[in-house]
């Protein structure tokens, strides 16, 4: 699981994306990853801290990617952004990330996102709350597509 906020006292207007196991589904442990300082120390489960994950690393969003021939350093993709800023990231063992471009990928979304590899039609999907800034109580999901490469998504309408 990949939620909240580390199992350190931290300034929580900072939104972090960290690891947590479970054998049952019930029962869950938060086992120190040692990847990144927070409140002076690295035992931490942290895997994404806030200048990373666009301080919203909390709705962070991560999948096995089943695109065959994905390479093994990008074994598990994953989204987060809910700035309007939704970056793209990449891990070989869903623990250590790295963005997988500098830039967005898609713009304009506030929400949790969901992303996959839709292998009957060959492209990268995500399903995405959009905000319209003039009107903020305006939100619509759309759902975008990314085709084989990173790299800024198409938006489609539902």
């Not at 939620?3 to 994306?17: A, E, I």
């Not at 690891?19 to 409140?39: C, H, M, N, Q």
């Not at 623990?95 to 996959?116: C, N, T």
Request: net charge neutral; hydrophobic share 30%.
């Amino acid at each position: 699981m990949y939620r909240g906020n580390p199992s350190v006292d931290v300034d929580t207007r900072s939104s972090f994306g960290c690891y947590a196991e479970s054998d049952d589904g019930i029962t869950w442990t938060r086992p120190s990853v040692g990847l990144f300082e927070v409140a002076g120390t690295r035992d931490n489960n942290v895997i994404l801290p806030p200048e990373i994950g666009n301080n919203c690393a909390g709705d962070f969003s991560p999948f096995e990617d089943t695109r065959p021939g994905v390479p093994a350093d990008q074994r598990y993709k994953g989204i987060s952004g809910m700035t309007g800023r939704v970056s793209a990231f990449a891990s070989p063992d869903g623990i250590q990330w790295r963005k997988l471009v500098p830039e967005p990928v898609v713009e304009g979304y506030d929400s949790q996102h969901m992303a996959f590899w839709d292998a009957p039609r060959g492209e990268y999907r995500a399903y995405l709350r959009h905000r319209h800034i003039a009107v903020y109580q305006d939100r619509v999901l759309h759902t975008c597509r990314g085709g084989r490469v990173p790299g800024k998504w198409q938006t489609v309408a539902l």
